[in-house]
């Protein structure tokens, strides 16, 4: 940590790198680092590849999130288990690793990662205090706005009074609680509801309904006006049943590949598994892309691998 916090006082310009398809672990994470670096008097840049999801557009400093990547002396990258997370193809020296997974790959040149904090945003918390820095009100905000969806508002296992300790910090220094969640559950449009009622149309139950099964094809897309984040919750909804262990959703992407989301309740460790099929996450939220073009094989062999995890159950 001291290292790498030598490496970015000794910038004078940084880029903040997030992962694509973000989410408020990533975007808050950076923006919390950015208002940091900000006050440090750092000429700043973050960068994503892909489009940013409608519900975070709360946060400050989310209108600098840029789609070009920008040299700098120093690049940080938030909550991305592996450097292809990114959408980069250049290389970025020196990088600092920032996160959270277990699976990560330390792709970086310094790595800081701590499997057991809930939110990537706690570790830039750590690493920011541990350095002495200022954390102004607009990064407690950031950063609370991450920890909270990261943690399904305290309720996953990785809550413990550690988290409380760092969301007490948070409030201390300005986060308000009731604001961020107003902003991120409270905004829903309607295509999101008509989004979800298609996927949860299409659930199917496995091994004695152990497993649910939803689907999402650019056509539910194309007819709701929704976009794919906002299927989040109908996965959700499809592991709250009460056999269920894990529950799969099965996307279409643009180019056609199947990109799969993996959600468990207490017992399997869809981490694991996904590292198997060359992706990543945690034990009870994980994903990989497969360049297969047909969700029937990808399923199967999904199924393949859940029953050998569920059949001792
Ligand atoms: P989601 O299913 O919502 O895309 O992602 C759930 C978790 O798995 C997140 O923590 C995310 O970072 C991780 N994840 C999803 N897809 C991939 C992937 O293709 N590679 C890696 N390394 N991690 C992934
Ligand atoms: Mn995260």
Redesign the pocket.
Known sequence: MKEAWRRIEDAKSLTLLT?V?P?A??LGSALGMYHVLKHMGKKVHIFNATRLPYNLDFLPGITKVRDTLQEAECYISF????F??LGIKNECSPLINIDH?A???RYGTYNIIDPEAAATAQVVYDFCKANGARIPKESALCLYTALVD?CGFFKYESVDARVFEFAKELCEAGAEPEYVAQMLTMREPLAKLRLIQKVLATLELKINAKVAIVYLTQKMLAETGGTK?MA?DA?NMARSLATVEVAV?MREEEDGRI?????SKSTVDV?SI??RF?????KR?????SDLHDFATVVQQVLEVLKGELVAQ
């Not at 990109?259 to 959600?263: I, M």
């Open positions: 992962h398809n989410d672990d990533t909550d991305a288990g592996s292809d997370r997974h699976t990560n790959t990261d984040e989040d996965l959703l990109k799969v989301s993996l959600r981490g996904a590292v060359g992706g990543g996450g945690h939220a994980a994903g990989f892309t």
